[in-house]
C-alpha cells in the first residue's frame, strides 16, 4: 500500500507537495476550505478546519496528518491525537507557531537569540517598553498576523490603543507582543527538516528581502556568508526544532544585524515561501523533504545544486487577463527561468507565483529571475 498524507489547508503550499508525492508514490489528501483553491487538484474534501468532526471524517483514512499553515485550532488537533491520527507537527510545536507570545515565551526557555520583548496589556506597559528601548518599538498581535499583518511600528504609547481595545472587548482578554525595534543589516531565513525519529537536515541559510511585510525575494545561499553566520544559523534552525520537537520542515526567520547578532523573528512549521528556491536549487526540495520526514523517511540531501539560486516571487500578477498568458512571452525570453504558479486569479499584493533561477554567477542568476518574474506584472 502506498503512504497515504493528509494536508488540512488547500494554498500553494498543499499545491506544491503534489508534484513530490507524485513522484514518491505517495497518495496524498486534501482538505480545502473552499472549491477551487490552489491545491484543488488533490481535494478530496472541502470543509471547515476549524470543525472537529470534519476533520477527524477527513484524517480517517491517512497514515498522518500534516498542514498547509498552521491555524488549525488546538482544540481541533487534540481530538486528533485523541482519536489516535498522527499528526505531525504535533500539537505542542504548533501551539508555538499559533502565538507569538508563546514562541517568545519558547524562545527564552531555550535560551535562542532573539529581541528584546514584552507582553503588554495597555498604553502604560507599552510606554514603559519605548522608555527602555530607545522610543521606538514594534507591536504584534500574537495570533493570526502574516505578511505583514498585525505588525506595526509605535513611537507612541497610544500607538496601538484600538488593538488594545480589541483586546478589551474580547472576554478572554490577552496582551499583545512588544518587540524591540531591530537595526537589522538584512533578514535570513534557516530552513531544517526533522523527523519523529530525531533525523535533522540542514539548508543554508538564505537572505530574503521583504517588501510591505511580504518576501519578494529569497537569494540562496545568503550572499557574503561568514563561517560563523552559517554556523549560527544552522545551529539555531537545528536546536528549535529538537526543543520544540518539530517535525517536518521549520524555517526560522532571522535578523541579522549592525552589531553582528543573528536574532529570531519568527517560526514557521511546514514549507515556507523562503524555501521555494529548493524545488529547482537543492537536491530534495523542501515539499518532498516535508512529506518524507512527516512519513519518518529518511531525509534527503539539503545541499545546493548550483552556486546561487534566486527565487523571485510574483505579486499581484497582471492587470488584465491571466497568468498563463503571459506564458510563452517569458520561456521565450528567460528559457532558464522555471515558472511556478499557484491557480490563483491575480489580486494586488497576492502571490499568485514564484519564478526560480538557478547558475553560477550571483548577479546573471538574480538578473534573469527578476526579468522574468517582471513579465508577469503590469
Not at 478546519?49 to 496528518?65: G, K, P, S
Not at 490577552?174 to 540542514?202: H, K, N, W, Y
Request: hydrophobic fraction near 45%; charge should be negative; include cysteine.
Amino acid at each position: 500500500m502506498a503512504y497515504r498524507v493528509g494536508v488540512i489547508g488547500g494554498g500553494q503550499l498543499a499545491r506544491m507537495m503534489i508534484a513530490p508525492a507524485v513522484e514518491l508514490g505517495v497518495e496524498i489528501r486534501v482538505l480545502a476550505e473552499q472549491e477551487g483553491m490552489s491545491a484543488t487538484l488533490a481535494a478530496t474534501s472541502v470543509g471547515d478546519y476549524r470543525d472537529a468532526e470534519t476533520v477527524l471524517a477527513f484524517a480517517r483514512d491517512v497514515d498522518v496528518i500534516t498542514f498547509d499553515h498552521e491555524h488549525v485550532p488546538q482544540d481541533v488537533l487534540a481530538a486528533l491525537v485523541e482519536a489516535g491520527v498522527t499528526v505531525h507537527p504535533g500539537p505542542a510545536a504548533l501551539a508555538v507557531a499559533q502565538d507569538k507570545l508563546v514562541m517568545r515565551q519558547r524562545m527564552a526557555e531555550l535560551g535562542m537569540p532573539q529581541p528584546e520583548w514584552a507582553a503588554v496589556t495597555g498604553p502604560d506597559e507599552l510606554a514603559a517598553f519605548l522608555a527602555e528601548n530607545g522610543g521606538r518599538a514594534v507591536v504584534k498581535t500574537p495570533r493570526g498576523g502574516y505578511d505583514g499583518k498585525g505588525v506595526r511600528v509605535v513611537s507612541d504609547a497610544h500607538g496601538a490603543d484600538d488593538w488594545f481595545a480589541a483586546l478589551a472587548e474580547d472576554a478572554n482578554g490577552g496582551a499583545l507582543l512588544v518587540e524591540e525595534l531591530v537595526d537589522f543589516t538584512r533578514e535570513l531565513a534557516q530552513q531544517v527538516a526533522r523527523t519523529p525519529s530525531g533525523q535533522i537536515a540542514t539548508y543554508p541559510v538564505v537572505e530574503t528581502e521583504q517588501r510591505d511585510g511580504v518576501c519578494a525575494e529569497v537569494l540562496a545561499p545568503a550572499p557574503s556568508a561568514s563561517a560563523r553566520l552559517t554556523d549560527v544559523a544552522a545551529s539555531v534552525g537545528a536546536a528549535v526544532a529538537e526543543g520544540l520537537g518539530v517535525t517536518g520542515m521549520l524555517a526560522v526567520e532571522l535578523f541579522e544585524t549592525s552589531d553582528e547578532r543573528i536574532l529570531i523573528n519568527e517560526l514557521a512549521m511546514r514549507p515556507h515561501n523562503s524555501g521555494h528556491w529548493t524545488q529547482d536549487g537543492a537536491v530534495t526540495s523542501q515539499f518532498e523533504q516535508h512529506l518524507r520526514a512527516v512519513l519518518d523517511l529518511p531525509l534527503g540531501q539539503a545541499t545546493p545544486l548550483q552556486p546561487w539560486t534566486v527565487m523571485v516571487n510574483i505579486l499581484g500578477g497582471p492587470a488584465e487577463g491571466g497568468i498563463t498568458e503571459r506564458f510563452e512571452n517569458a520561456m521565450a525570453q528567460h528559457p532558464a527561468a522555471k515558472i511556478h504558479t499557484y491557480g490563483k486569479d491575480p489580486r494586488p499584493g497576492r502571490k499568485v507565483g514564484h519564478v526560480n533561477v538557478t547558475g553560477v554567477e550571483l548577479e546573471d542568476v538574480a538578473y534573469e529571475a527578476r526579468a522574468a518574474a517582471s513579465l508577469f506584472l503590469d
